[in-house]
């Protein structure tokens, strides 16, 4: 039960993490607030802010749901990975229309990349933990 709750926390935390870029972004230029896509942000800047935010929520919250269930790490990366694009795949059946490919292909990337690093790191601190 504790890995179902944990990485069912784990998505609402990037959501969280997400939305809350996205929410200073609407709030700092008072436009309409959109949970997700990058058409309706105002400069190519807030465009790299909300990539970033999402590479690094994306990190994060792997880290930390690994180090709470902290066995079998391999598997729940991969189901939490599976979580994530299954929620990349409801955005783009949302918003294929009006969002660039190159922003699916992209986000989906930067998931792929945050995870892998947060299960790199997992791992190579779990072993320098069991040598000593």
């Known amino acids: 039960m504790k890995p179902i709750i944990t990485l069912i926390s784990g998505f609402f935390g990037i959501l969280f993490f997400e939305g809350f870029a996205r929410l200073i972004i609407t709030f700092y230029h008072r436009i309409e607030f959109q949970f997700y896509g990058i058409s309706y942000l105002p400069s190519d800047a807030w465009v790299i802010i909300i990539l970033l935010s999402v590479l690094v929520s994306t990190w994060l919250v792997t880290m930390l749901v690994l180090t709470v269930i902290n066995k079998n790490s391999l598997i729940y990366t991969c189901i939490f990975g599976l979580i994530l694009f299954l929620w990349r795949l409801v955005e783009i059946g949302n918003s294929y229309n009006a969002e660039p490919i190159w922003y699916f292909i992209t986000v989906n ?24």
């Open 109 to 132: 990337l930067l998931h792929l990349i945050g995870i892998t690093l947060a299960y790199q790191l997992f791992k190579n601190q779990y072993e320098n933990i069991k040598n000593t």
